[in-house]
């Protein structure tokens, strides 16, 4: 069986507004991504996702679309976005959109006509009811809003601005199909799907079961005393997954990663049957809360083999643009983190890195009330404590803050007088100029273990198998693929181990205390280590 490129690639997640500024407004665009490309493509990143650009009021920055085939002056023009494709493709790299299929903007013309009345031509395409129902949106609360204007309540998973599309309308349907005709006859690689897991509500709008669970978890998004039943994961939505991927395969080999949430045998259901027939890859965000020991990654990676064996392939991801920044999650400490993507370079999976954190960029604290983005504004009732225990940042901004490219005004991101979000006041230490003059940087560790990434097969889309015997909080794995073979060793804990193995050579170590002496393996602290069998 020949692998796709889609589960052999590295993404790596640009959010386009953070990352460069090419013309001093602070705030950041695709021209700049295009400056940025030699630096992407040197660090050895395959393929670039980067946030929606689309038109769009910028309510939730981007995820409010207003026309879906057209880009948003702030971030460039449709010849940036052509040019884009294109000089990602000449790098021979891959570039993915982001679809928000299931809501646009309030601001979007099909809502203005929609919500003008109860019988114009696009009437039916959004969700409208007369009186609401007990669901509840995922931001919390009912996900209801009354239109005046219509005289009805529309429906809206996310926030009141973003209204859903109604898919049970032909119409939509394939509308929103040709947008993804769109982009795909334009060349790009695939789609990164938002809330993919919405796009169907129950036809009859029955009431959601109780539940006595409070808090929403990544296994199970039911809470606040309400079961998702008849708002999540319903077998329509399964189904248009396998609709969405037949759509791509007009072009090809085409990328698409929903963005779901559910159990793990839910999340199975988008990718299709037996065959991988529906979506190419999920995000599986379990792992975005993950603990840092040898034992939960031993567990996650036994859970992900069973739930995605071969010809399926699970993504690698520890943080986003929605998420607390995954050093945040290691108390900002970077020889954790480098042993973090050694995991998450070499696992079998597609790893998936969020700008910044190959620098080891961190979590800017800021104020509640002057947040940007509007999520936090809806939970001003709950101190700031509460969301700190959970581990959860309830405040995006703070993940957000410019790339921090050099140790210059604004870090090197923009010249404007004042960027769209403060710039983080470590960019005089953390930034990409220093740590590329550091050999042991956090940056140069990742940029080698991509290098080894794309030379061995094996890591690429060779079969996994645990290694046993080893010590207290040492993971060990070894990847086959074709008679080649790689073990990887990785240390989570503090002390050093020592620990006889079969014969292998090093052919990447974390640090220079990491070594064989002998028939004996020394991992420092932390330490780690990829060998060739
Ligand atoms: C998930 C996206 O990742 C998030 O940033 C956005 O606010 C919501 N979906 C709504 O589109």
């Known amino acids: 069986m020949i692998t796709p490129w889609y589960h052999k690639t590295a993404i790596y997640q640009i959010y386009p507004r953070s990352f460069f500024d090419s013309n001093n407004d602070g705030i950041g665009d695709l021209p700049g991504i295009l400056q940025k490309l030699d630096y992407i493509h040197g660090l050895g990143f395959e393929t670039i996702w980067i946030s929606p650009f689309f038109s769009s009021p910028q309510a939730d920055f981007g995820y409010d679309i207003s026309d879906y085939t057209d880009v948003a002056p ?6 940036d976005a052509l040019r884009l494709i294109e000089e990602v493709h000449k790098r021979g790299m891959r570039i993915v959109f982001d679809m928000v299929m299931n809501h646009t903007s309030k601001e979007h013309p099909w809502f203005k006509e929609s919500r003008s009345s109860r019988d114009n031509p696009k009437a039916d395409w959004y969700i409208w009811r007369d009186r609401p129902n007990n669901w509840q949106s995922l931001t919390i ?8 204007e219509r005289g009805q309540y529309y429906w809206a998973s996310f926030l009141p601005f973003q209204p859903d599309l109604n898919y049970r309308n032909p119409e939509v349907k394939k509308t929103m199909f040709d947008a993804v005709r769109f982009w795909l006859g334009k060349g790009v690689d695939g789609f990164r799907l938002d809330i993919f897991n919405a796009i169907y509500k129950d036809a009859q709008f029955r009431d959601n079961p109780f539940t006595f669970k409070l808090l929403p978890s990544e296994a199970d998004p039911s809470g606040f005393f309400r079961q998702t039943k008849y708002t999540l994961n319903l077998p329509e939505s399964f189904e248009f997954a396998r609709e969405f991927r037949q759509v791509c395969d007009e072009f090809g080999e085409k990328l698409s ?36 020991t040898a034992g939960y990654f031993r567990r996650i990676i036994l859970d992900l083999e069973a739930a995605y064996p071969a010809p399926f392939m699970p993504v690698y991801v520890f943080s986003n643009h929605d998420r607390r920044r ?3 999650r290691l108390g900002e400490d970077v020889r954790k983190a480098k042993l973090l993507h050694l995991l998450q370079l070499t696992v079998r999976g597609v790893p998936c890195m969020y ?35 959970l581990g959860l940042t309830i405040n995006r901004d703070e993940v957000r803050t410019p790339m921090q490219w050099d140790g210059t005004r604004n870090a090197g991101f923009s010249s404007a007088q004042k960027t769209w979000l403060p710039v983080h ?17 956090l940056l140069n560790t990742i940029r080698a273990l991509l290098k080894i990434r794309k030379l061995e097969n094996s890591l690429q889309e060779g079969s996994l198998e645990l290694t ?18 790689i073990i ?25 205390m990491d070594e064989i002496r002998g028939t004996l393996v020394h991992l420092n602290g932390y330490g780690g280590m990829i060998l060739k069998g």
């Open 326 to 328: 995954s050093i945040n």
């Open 74 to 79: 702030e971030y460039g023009t449709m010849r």
């Open 425 to 441: 006041e470590n960019s005089p230490d953390i930034n990409v100029e220093n740590e590329n003059g550091k050999e042991d940087s």
């Open 355 to 389: 700008y910044g954190e190959e620098i080891g960029m961190t979590n800017l604290s800021l104020p509640r009330d002057t947040a940007l983005d509007p999520v936090p504004h809806k939970f001003k009732f709950i101190p700031r404590f509460v969301f700190d225990l």
């Open 141 to 148: 609360g009912s996900g209801w809003h009354y239109s005046a």
């Open 468 to 485: 046993g015997n080893l010590p207290d909080n040492v993971l060990g794995y070894s990847r086959k693929f074709e008679g080649e073979k």
């Open 488 to 512: 990887v060793l990785l240390n989570f804990g503090k002390h050093e181990k020592v620990f006889q193995l079969e014969h292998a050579d090093p052919i990447f170590k974390l640090s220079k």
């Open 257 to 292: 990663l929903g963005e779901v949430s559910g159990e793990r045998d839910t999340l199975r259901k988008y990718l299709g049957g037996t065959e991988n027939d529906g979506l190419t890859l999920v995000f599986d965000f379990e792992m975005l809360n993950f603990k840092f």
